[in-house]
Each structure stands twice: as structure tokens, then as C-alpha cells.
């Protein structure tokens, strides 16, 4: 079973989503401001991408941030409880299949290689 999970306004999401649908690939939409993900799930994902890669640095969430906070992103213990508070900062889409984290963000090209 694949779950995506993200923000349904999010462009990216939007695409992703379509991209799933054009390929006939059935999936589960989870909306990270209807249903917010776990601390659980949250330290699932930073230990399969890194906490780097899930933090989403380009967003106004992160620009918008405390200089103290932006620091306290760096270990994964002090970026858990931001993260949960400010779920825009988490980059989008993420894929799981099999309650297994696969992918972050979208691009087209590798969902291909390991979807298909």
C-alpha cells in the first residue's frame, strides 16, 4: 500500500498526486494538516532521508523561525518538537510503501524506475 503525505495546496504534492494517477497507481492521501504525523513517524522519516533533507529550508515556515530555533534544527532531539509545531517545514511529498519511507519530494524519473 503507498501513502503520500503532504499538504493538498502544496504544488508539489499536486503534481505528485497527478503523476500517480496518470500511471494507474492506486494510493492513500494523508493530509498533513488534518492528520499530523507522529513523533514517531517524523524520526522514521529523518532516520531514512536525514534530518537535512526533511527540514525544508527554502519555505517562508523555516525563513519566518527564530535564529534560536533555526540552530536547535540541527539535532534531530531539539528539531522533533519544532518540526510537529511548524508541519510546513517538512519538505513534500513523502512516499511509503509498505510502511516503509521510499521517496521525499517528486521527481517524476525515479518514482518511475522503483514504482513500475
Known amino acids: 500500500m503507498l501513502i503520500i503525505y503532504g499538504i493538498p495546496n502544496c504544488d508539489t504534492v499536486k503534481k505528485a498526486r497527478a503523476w500517480l494517477t496518470e ?3 492506486e494510493y492513500t492521501f494523508s493530509d498533513f494538516k ?4 507522529s513523533a514517531e513517524l517524523l524520526k522514521t522519516w529523518i532516520d531514512a532521508f536525514g534530518l537535512d ?11 519566518k523561525l527564530s535564529a534560536e530555533d533555526q540552530a536547535a534544527c540541527a539535532a534531530v532531539k531539539t528539531a522533533l518538537p519544532i518540526l ?5 517545514m517538512i519538505k513534500r511529498p513523502i512516499l ?4 516503509q519511507p521510499i521517496f ?7 518514482w518511475q524506475t522503483k514504482l513500475k
Not at 488534518?34 to 504525523?37: D, E, G, Q
Not at 510537529?84 to 510546513?88: Q, V
Open 34 to 37: 488534518k492528520s499530523a504525523p
Open 84 to 88: 510537529l509545531a511548524n508541519l510546513s
Open 23 to 25: 500511471q494507474n497507481i
Open 104 to 110: 521525499i519530494g517528486f521527481d517524476p524519473s525515479l
Open 96 to 99: 511509503m510503501k509498505d510502511d
Open 53 to 63: 533533507v526533511v527540514i525544508n529550508k527554502r519555505g517562508t515556515t523555516w525563513r
